[in-house]
């Protein structure tokens, strides 16, 4: 997954040559490849390569860590030795939300340090800052050359981000007011264009050059990112079409749908764009903010638990996060048979104790890195960054 990207849920390619499972598992030929290792007697699988990123857009909150953070974890534990995983800090796509350099530096250090936190072994992944291999932006410009203008002005996060785009007023205030975009608006409608930049509209250029400079096979998403590796197929293919087979078309790597909701407005998915600091949760949140968070957590005065993510949303989302967090596995269902004569008090403390305590060394972990130092970080970038261009470097030169 490349986390911090989004488009429609409804926007799901079919495709004969990838095939959506339910689990994060290679797929080749529409056959599942297990992730364990096999025997030595045992026909080996076909190397695979499987590539994510995710954007330094600050320390990521709940929704982050469960939708693909312990998904590439699972991944690198799992995976057999022939299995290549690279995870990168895709600091040039972070650029499109004009950070200050200072605050960018300090989101890349945040970003890697949690990725180190949450257990991801820089001796068994290569991770690496996307800047740092000028390989990435290279291969960008060779694919926009074959890349459809009017295939890019249908990818649906350039009319929604289009559509988002806030006009400010006034230093302190942003108002909500959206363009008019029609569905059918091309790239350089006056409309369209007004106040967008270039590198909205081409970063899924960016996006496939990232995947495809390394051979990507496997690609670990959501379904709200699948359009994007379908697109990456496209270039590949276009690609292929002119020069010869030279690059691998990736294939879904499809994680389990767990959509975290915004604790104010539990109608929306948790963001870190939200404007109130107390819609997330953060991975390095102390108890205290986490009580706090909690306790303040949009929820209804309805008396008891009941699971109805339709008529009790916040509810909903309390149980759904205290159910991925459970160490029992229990559903939903289960948690308001056994937290059912709990008052939404007892019960809020209860998510706050358990989201705590499943965090807690990931918490301390972190902390420790920051406070070790800059060294380990910028060798852990140093050294991945080497792996990644000799990795990438292979690509290009053919």
Same mark, same amino acid.
């Given at each position: 997954?490349?986390?911090?990207?989004?488009?429609?849920?409804?926007?799901?390619?079919?495709?004969?040559?990838?095939?959506?499972?339910?689990?994060?598992?290679?797929?080749?030929?529409?056959?599942?490849?297990?992730?364990?290792?096999?025997?030595?007697?045992?026909?080996?699988?076909?190397?695979?390569?499987?590539?994510?990123?995710?954007?330094?857009?600050?320390?990521?909150?709940?929704?982050?860590?469960?939708?693909?953070? %312990?998904?590439? #974890? !699972?991944?690198?534990?799992?995976?057999?030795? *022939? &299995?290549?995983?690279?995870? +990168?800090?895709?600091? /040039?796509?972070?650029?499109?939300?004009?950070?200050?350099?200072?605050?960018?530096?300090?989101?890349?250090?945040?970003?890697?340090?949690?990725?180190?936190?949450?257990?991801?072994?820089?001796?068994?992944?290569?991770?690496?800052?996307?800047?740092?291999?000028?390989?990435?932006?290279?291969?960008?410009?060779?694919?926009?050359?074959?890349?459809?203008?009017?295939?890019?002005?249908?990818?649906? %996060?350039?009319? #929604? !981000?289009?559509?988002?785009?806030?006009?400010? *007023? &006034?230093?302190?205030?942003? +108002?909500?007011?959206? /363009?008019?975009?029609?569905?059918?608006?091309?790239?350089?409608?006056?409309?369209?264009?007004?106040?967008?930049?270039?590198?909205?509209?081409?970063?899924?250029?960016?996006?496939?050059?990232?995947?495809?400079?390394?051979?990507?096979?496997?690609?670990?998403?959501?379904?709200?990112?699948?359009?994007?590796?379908?697109?990456?197929?496209?270039?590949?293919?276009?690609?292929?079409?002119?020069?010869?087979?030279?690059?691998?078309?990736?294939?879904?790597?499809?994680?389990?749908?767990?959509?975290?909701? +915004?604790?104010?407005?539990?109608?929306?998915?948790?963001?870190?764009?939200?404007?109130?600091?107390?819609?997330?949760?953060?991975?390095?949140?102390?108890?205290?903010?986490?009580?706090?968070?909690?306790?303040?957590?949009?929820?209804?005065?309805?008396?008891?638990?009941?699971?109805?993510?339709?008529?009790?949303?916040?509810?909903?989302?309390?149980?759904?996060?205290?159910?991925?967090?459970?160490?029992?596995?229990?559903?939903?269902?289960?948690?308001?048979?056994?937290?059912?004569?709990?008052?939404?008090?007892?019960?809020?403390?209860?998510?706050?104790?358990?989201?705590?305590?499943?965090?807690?060394?990931?918490?301390?972990?972190?902390?420790?890195?920051?406070?070790?130092?800059?060294?380990?970080?910028?060798?852990?970038?140093?050294?991945?960054?080497?792996?990644?261009?000799?990795?990438?470097?292979?690509?290009?030169?053919?």
């Amino acid at each position: 997954m490349f986390t911090g990207f989004k488009h429609s849920r409804n926007q799901i390619f079919k495709s004969p040559k990838a095939t959506l499972i339910p689990s994060c598992l290679p797929v080749t030929n529409g056959k599942r490849l297990s992730l364990q290792a096999r025997s030595s007697s045992a026909s080996q699988p076909p190397s695979q390569i499987i590539f994510s990123g995710i954007q330094p857009t600050g320390v990521p909150h709940l929704g982050n860590y469960l939708g693909a953070l %312990q998904q590439w #974890v !699972r991944l690198q534990d799992n995976a057999p030795l *022939t &299995t290549k995983l690279i995870f +990168s800090i895709v600091d /040039l796509h972070a650029i499109t939300a004009q950070p200050s350099g200072e605050q960018l530096r300090k989101w890349k250090r945040e970003t890697l340090a949690i990725l180190l936190a949450v257990g991801l072994d820089p001796e068994r992944s290569i991770i690496f800052y996307q800047s740092d291999v000028p390989a990435h932006s290279e291969l960008m410009w060779i694919l926009s050359c074959t890349s459809s203008m009017g295939y890019l002005s249908r990818m649906t %996060q350039w009319k #929604v !981000r289009i559509r988002s785009c806030k006009v400010a *007023t &006034t230093p302190a205030h942003h +108002s909500q007011s959206k /363009l008019a975009l029609p569905d059918g608006a091309l790239p350089f409608d006056r409309t369209a264009t007004a106040r967008s930049k270039l590198g909205l509209f081409s970063y899924p250029v960016l996006q496939a050059a990232d995947i495809l400079v390394h051979g990507a096979t496997c690609v670990p998403v959501g379904e709200d990112q699948v359009q994007h590796l379908e697109f990456a197929r496209e270039c590949a293919n276009n690609f292929n079409s002119m020069h010869g087979a030279v690059l691998t078309e990736p294939h879904v790597l499809l994680s389990p749908a767990k959509r975290i909701m +915004s604790l104010k407005q539990p109608a929306q998915k948790m963001s870190k764009s939200h404007e109130d600091p107390r819609s997330r949760i953060l991975l390095t949140d102390s108890h205290e903010d986490l009580q706090h968070k909690i306790r303040l957590a949009l929820t209804d005065s309805i008396s008891g638990l009941s699971y109805d993510p339709l008529a009790r949303p916040g509810v909903a989302n309390l149980l759904s996060i205290l159910s991925h967090l459970d160490t029992h596995g229990r559903s939903c269902e289960e948690l308001v048979r056994s937290y059912g004569t709990m008052s939404m008090r007892e019960f809020k403390e209860e998510v706050a104790r358990r989201i705590s305590e499943s965090f807690a060394d990931i918490r301390d972990k972190y902390e420790r890195i920051m406070t070790g130092g800059s060294d380990t970080l910028e060798a852990t970038a140093s050294e991945g960054a080497k792996r990644a261009a000799m990795n990438a470097h292979k690509k290009l030169k053919l």
